[in-house]
């Protein structure tokens, strides 16, 4: 994996309230300072090109280098040991879009994030029953920038309420009509009349549809399907990027043993194996992103995607004194994240992230910014998802980037005194 810089202009200043530090608040040259440079002369000139310096990474990177540009403080790193770059932050739309936030809020973070040098950006057709891609789809309209500045991500798996609309059949991964998208303030009607019965078109069509799109960057299987053979779901995915629908395809909560089978599918009968893996991942969640997605990098060049990287909220100290009422544990369907707050495990895992706060405090930033830049730090991880839900919460979680150079093999190691749980590959366990 490869990773570079593209840094700011503006000097980092340090004072507790900065936690947004180093991001970008100017235009890109040649572009206007309203709202998020829409059109052909906004900040569609994003991603910067990255060049100049190089230097080594921490311990634990020295396969990687960073090269220093000019427009911001965005690191880009290769998906895997494919040619594409992505930003090593990207902007997830999982229970955000279309349902706990409103439109404007969307459009907001989307702007503050891609002029900050973010260019992944994550939906599935399955989110806020389809509702997550239209508000994705109509934000990128609106905003006009350039289709090839950014990287739009889907998932498919779950879509409709037919035995046909889920899974990962060649016709549920290929289907879906082309309809056309009616004007934002229509369609939000249409959207209220129809929330979840089904009647959205699925698979990757219907995608493409809500999203007004030609292509998304990469399509996702979000889980593997028992039900349908690994060669069908491998010639699948060949077939909707041979046809122009995607750039690449991706698995997402795979095991390494499912990854690997459709790797060899892929090889066997000459097709397009996944180059990503999108897992959970943050203090919690380990053993899968440091053991076994290193390994398979290093094999077959599948990358990692990572999200929840503060543990649905829990990292941030939100639930040290109980569930807020406007907090995710408190929203309906989170039923079990509130249980897993007043459980015995989760009041460990609180008296940990206490701990870890004071090794936040003694760095300078926060215990977000901490976390996120802890995922960062594993060799492998291409990029980390931020799920935000104000633009307060996107600007300190952008600052992790400035926290990076500081994870250091001495704070990495003293982080996993704390959390007692680092995992061991099996030539580690063997010694």
């Not at 994996?1 to 936690?19: G, I, P, Y």
């Not at 290929?174 to 249409?190: A, D, F, Q, R, W």
């Not at 609180?350 to 830049?373: P, S, Y």
């Not at 492998?380 to 980037?401: H, M, P």
Request: charged share 20%; proline share 4%.
């Amino acid at each position: 994996m490869q990773v570079s810089f593209a840094c700011t202009e503006h000097n980092l200043k340090s004072r507790s309230e900065d936690r947004l530090c180093g991001l970008r608040t100017a235009p890109p040259p040649g572009g206007s300072s309203g709202g998020g440079g829409g059109g052909q002369g906004g900040n569609g000139n994003y991603p910067p090109q990255s060049s100049v310096k190089t230097r080594p990474l921490p311990q634990g990177h020295a396969h990687m280098k960073e090269a220093f540009g000019r427009h911001s403080s965005m690191k880009y790193r290769n998906l895997g040991k494919s040619g594409l770059r992505v930003s090593c932050l990207g902007l997830g739309t999982w229970v955000t879009f279309g349902s706990q936030i409103s439109d404007e809020m969307a459009e907001s973070l989307m702007t503050i994030a891609y002029e900050n040098g973010v260019n992944l950006f994550d939906t599935a057709e399955v989110y806020a029953s389809g509702r997550a891609e239209i508000t994705l789809g109509n934000i990128i309209k609106k905003k006009g920038w350039r289709r090839s500045s950014y990287v739009v991500t889907t998932k498919i798996y779950w879509g409709g309420q037919a035995e046909t609309e889920r899974g990962l059949s060649r016709k549920h991964i290929i289907e879906g009509k082309v309809l056309l998208i009616p004007p934002l303030s229509i369609m939000t009607m249409i959207i209220k009349r129809r929330d979840s019965d089904g009647d959205l078109s699925t698979g990757l069509r219907g995608s493409l549809s809500r999203l007004q799109l030609d292509y998304v960057d990469i399509v996702f299987a979000n889980r593997n399907d028992v039900n349908s053979p690994m060669e069908e779901v491998v010639r699948a995915m060949t077939f909707v990027i041979n046809q122009g629908m995607a750039m690449y395809w991706g698995t997402s909560r795979w095991s390494a043993m499912e990854i690997m089978e459709a790797y060899s599918v892929a090889r066997q009968f000459n097709l397009i194996p996944p180059v990503c893996e999108q897992a959970e991942y943050h203090y919690f969640q380990r053993d899968k992103v440091e053991v076994q997605l290193p390994e398979l990098y290093h094999k077959i060049g599948v990358g990692a995607m990572t999200w929840s990287p503060l543990a649905c909220g829990l990292i941030t100290g939100k639930y040290s004194d109980g569930v807020p009422d406007c907090s995710r544990a408190a929203m309906k369907g989170y039923q079990w994240l509130k249980e897993r707050v007043y459980s015995e495990e989760g009041r460990r895992q609180l008296a940990k992230i206490k701990e870890l706060h004071l090794v936040a405090d003694r760095l300078g930033c926060t215990a977000a910014q901490l976390a996120i830049a802890w995922c960062l730090r594993s060799e492998g991880v291409s990029s980390v998802l931020l799920g935000v839900s104000n633009t307060d919460q996107l600007i300190e979680n952008l600052g992790a980037l400035q926290v990076l150079s500081q994870m250091t093999p001495q704070t990495v190691s003293e982080m996993d005194a704390l959390l007692g749980n680092k995992p061991h590959s099996k030539k580690e366990s063997r010694a």
